[in-house]
């Protein structure tokens, strides 16, 4: 495995954010690969590091580093870019200001600026990283050729709101969390946040067909997520306790902040790319688009169903193609939770970026 990059930072000073400013915002980013090279903006998901990036990134990935220029960047609120853990007083903690989509996508403009970037080949992310792909378009409509939104919206739904307000209020309401003035890790908020999360982010139960690479949306598939995480390796946990023990609230204990969890789901939870210029007229705002777009939805994602997608692309018009994820993993198939998918969906960029 070819050794990472370094993190660096770039220093924005006076920022101004949805819920007011940061007197230094701070973007954490690496970059791979020759500058000469076009451009592939990956940024990071909910839940995500720099680290957890290199699925998708390197000499024998899909965004191959021997052809293209990769950056990728830590959203606010990741812990690495500017947030509540790392931000000293007074906008530490619970006074952290609210960070929209857009303050990201204006901080991550800034820093390709810096490196001499003039247009992007394409950006693709992932669950909050596939919303950013659609911000993109939408605020620098004439430095974007493609973008590739997997497992993602251009709008968060009411029932994925709905979602979020589940774990958030399993966090909130703990005894330790303490108004997020807590001194200590709020252990027990953080274990009941990774457990309500848990099955919203895998598929439900679908039996009849196996499943194929090209299936519709209404196609079936025959085994489920918990047949195939409790059996198989590199997994293969004895019982349900244990998964939820062992990758659920481990996945947040001690790596992750209460108050970068919460900050990062409010910006997840306001994302609405019509917002940018078109007063919440999201037909009207997805018609303008002129880069080209592939959208890769999971067709068992519960809460960025492939409907939700459907919709958006008969906005998108001869601009986009729709191409489902046929998988039993959900949300997380677009995340590198199997090889399966993560081939598929390699493939599918691969024509994509050849087209």
């Known amino acids: 495995m070819s050794q990472e990059p370094p993190t660096q930072y770039h220093h924005h000073g006076r920022f ?16 791979y690969g020759d500058p000469a090279n076009p451009c592939i903006v990956f940024p990071t998901c909910y839940g995500g590091k720099l680290d957890s990036q290199s699925y998708m990134v390197g000499e024998d990935k899909v965004l191959n580093t021997k052809k293209y220029y990769v950056v990728t960047f830590a959203l606010f609120s990741n812990g690495e870019s500017s947030s509540p853990s790392n931000t000293p007083a007074p906008y530490n903690g619970p006074y952290f200001p609210a960070v929209s989509y857009e303050d990201n996508i204006r901080a991550q403009y800034a820093v390709l600026q810096k490196l001499g970037v003039k247009k992007l080949f394409a950006v693709v992310g992932f669950s909050m990283g596939g919303q ?29 709101q709905c979602f979020l307000e589940g774990p958030k209020a399993a966090l909130v309401a703990s005894k330790d969390f303490e108004g997020g003035h807590y001194k200590t890790e709020p252990q027990h908020g953080l274990r009941a946040f990774g457990r309500v999360y848990s099955a919203w982010a895998y598929g439900q139960t679908r039996e009849g067909t196996p499943p194929g690479r090209t299936a519709s949306i209404s196609s079936t598939t025959k085994q489920t997520w918990i047949h195939l995480s409790l059996i198989m390796p590199p997994c293969s946990y004895p019982d349900l306790q244990t998964f939820l023990h062992e990758d659920w609230e481990a996945s947040f204990l001690g790596s992750w902040d209460a108050n970068d969890l919460l900050t990062l789901l409010n910006t997840w939870y306001t994302g609405d790319v019509s917002l940018i210029r078109d007063g919440g007229d999201l037909d009207k705002c997805l018609k303008q688009i002129k880069a080209k777009g592939l959208i890769m939805p999971s067709k068992t994602d519960l809460y960025f169903p492939p409907e939700d997608s459907v919709n958006e692309v008969a906005s998108l018009q001869s601009s986009a193609r729709l191409v489902v994820i046929d998988t039993v993993w959900g949300h997380m198939a677009g995340g590198g939770a199997n090889a399966a998918d993560d081939k598929f969906i390699a493939d599918e960029i691969t024509k994509f970026f050849e087209e």
């Open 16 to 31: 101004k954010v949805a819920g007011g400013s940061l007197p230094d915002a701070i973007t954490a980013y690496r970059t």
């Open 132 to 160: 950013q792909a659609y911000y993109w378009p939408v605020m620098y409509p004439d430095y974007v050729e493609r973008y590739v939104p997997i497992c993602g919206s251009a709008r968060t739904s009411p029932h994925n």
